[in-house]
């Protein structure tokens, strides 16, 4: 079968120049501060996932096989190459389903574009603050994009966003910390774009699914170092019209819309559109779980009242995390909607504290999960990408009494952001396990004033234990 060749890139090059030629001074302030609470809350969690055991298995393997030193294993005191540090800290950023999601692309932002930008800091010293929050923002602003434009169809069709997508920021945000022109940074994209890979199956238990950030972000590291070095990629990437990405990994050219990639770059800032996690679970199950709490709120009821949860919402949430509870491990457990609520019904919480191996495969937990049904509602799936988390959630009580909640966004969302308090909490909280206290403070403190650092390595120093 013969196919058209053609290397018409409005879409890559035009992101590839808003990457190259963004500047300090055009970020909104309002959106630097956001990013600074953003990439906070990122570093909270990869400390916090520096001693699961997904993550010591990568770091053990990575020191053996690996004899390269010049990269900090965040929360540790072990260093590794760049691309193998992206590995391990993006792994330990999403260890643990704490880490922020931008809703409406489908995305793990921080968790793919701090891995690959902070050893850059480090490789290449002297990079400021204000650099580096700039090439951050970058890269926060074109993985959500991307997402955008394939739509809901591509995690519903198996696809792993996170790991798909990720690429594009991690390529973007790395190319703008290298401070490659225009050309270069379309070669980095289509690097980085060849190697965009993941399945939704490892959900259901696998390891694997927590390094698909870490991959992502090896891999467009790996984008913008060798295009710096005059490396060649698919100048294309997004928009050929065969085995493009966009093409590839949608099931029709009607499920994608090219226009999203480039859509209000520089004015409509996307890097608002994250949210940050305040359940230890996938983000999916933000809107049920805040539905019962708020039900609570209302008439206090626990697990012994309930007869059944009825949770309506779209197409892909029902997909993604509506499935019968298997006891499988605690990626399955986080991934759950069923589990995550008959954990809060017990537990009135459901941090990182509710997820141990005797608690996923506990009975009266998985008795309970039997009694929470999960059901699409067209209407929600009619809606789109930008309500795929919305929920009508029904609490029927032994009493007879049914209480019901419609909640369209999660606390901590874009539409709810929490307070610095919250997320500076959260972070200080989740640090605390890797590092003494006056150093979270003082990773605290760079982090929030970001643009005062002379040198963005510190960021890396402060994440190293001693």
């Known amino acids: 079968m013969a196919h058209e060749s053609t290397t018409d ?97 489908v995305l793990h932002v921080g968790a793919v574009v701090l891995p690959a930008l902070i050893p850059l800091a480090e490789m290449k010293s002297g990079m400021s603050g204000r650099e580096f929050l700039t090439a951050a923002a970058a890269g926060y602003e074109i993985g959500p994009r991307v997402g955008l434009c394939m739509g809901p169809a591509h995690i519903a069709s198996g696809w792993h966003s996170g790991a798909t997508l990720g690429v594009f920021s991690a390529a973007a945000g790395a190319a703008r910390g290298l401070k490659l022109n225009a050309e270069k940074t379309v070669h980095a994209l289509g690097i980085a774009g060849t190697q965009s890979a993941g399945l939704m199956a490892a959900q259901f238990g696998a390891m694997v699914k927590r390094m698909h950030a870490g991959r992502s972000s090896q891999s467009g590291l790996y984008g913008a170092l060798f295009a710096e070095a005059g490396f060649t990629g698919i100048v294309n990437v997004l928009e050929s019209e065969y085995g493009g990405f966009c093409t590839t990994m949608s099931q029709s050219k009607d499920q994608f819309d090219l226009k999203e990639l480039t859509a209000g770059l520089g004015t409509t800032w996307q890097t608002m559109g994250v949210a940050l996690k305040f359940y230890a679970c996938v983000g999916s199950n933000h809107t049920t779980l805040d539905a019962i709490r708020d039900m609570q709120a209302e008439r206090p009821f626990g697990a012994k009242d309930v007869k059944k949860i009825v949770v309506h919402g779209s197409k892909v949430t029902m997909e993604h995390v509506g499935w019968k509870y298997v006891p499988q491990g605690l990626t399955s457990a986080q991934l759950n909607l069923p589990y995550c609520v008959a954990t809060w019904l017990l537990d009135g919480d459901c941090f990182v504290d509710q997820f141990t191996d005797a608690k996923v495969a506990d009975p009266a937990r998985m008795a309970l999960a039997e009694k929470v049904e999960v059901r699409e509602d067209k209407d929600i799936t009619a809606r789109g990408a930008k309500f795929r988390h919305m929920v009508h959630a029904e609490a029927h009580l032994n009493d007879g009494t049914v209480m019901k909640r419609t909640v369209e966004a999660a606390r901590g969302s874009e539409k709810k952001f929490a307070s610095d308090a919250d997320v500076v909490h959260k972070f200080e909280k989740l640090a605390a396990k890797a590092l003494p206290k006056a150093q979270v403070a003082k990773l605290r403190d760079a982090m929030l004033g970001l643009e005062k650092l002379a040198d963005a390595a510190e960021l890396a120093r402060l994440m190293t234990c001693k």
């Not at 030193?69 to 005191?77: K, P, Q």
């Not at 643990?96 to 409406?104: I, M, N, P, Q």
């Open 9 to 105: 890139n409005p879409y890559t090059r035009g992101i590839a120049e808003f990457v190259a030629n963004l500047t300090y001074e055009a970020i909104p302030e309002d959106v630097r501060r956001r990013l600074k609470l953003l990439m906070l809350d990122s570093l909270g969690c990869a400390l916090y996932g520096a001693d699961l055991e997904w993550s010591r298995i990568l770091q053990d393997k990575l020191s053996v096989i690996d004899t390269t030193r010049s990269c900090a294993i965040w929360g540790t005191s072990k260093k590794l190459s760049a691309p193998h540090a992206a590995l391990v800290n993006g792994t330990q950023v999403q260890g643990f389903e704490l880490d922020d999601v931008h809703r409406a692309g």
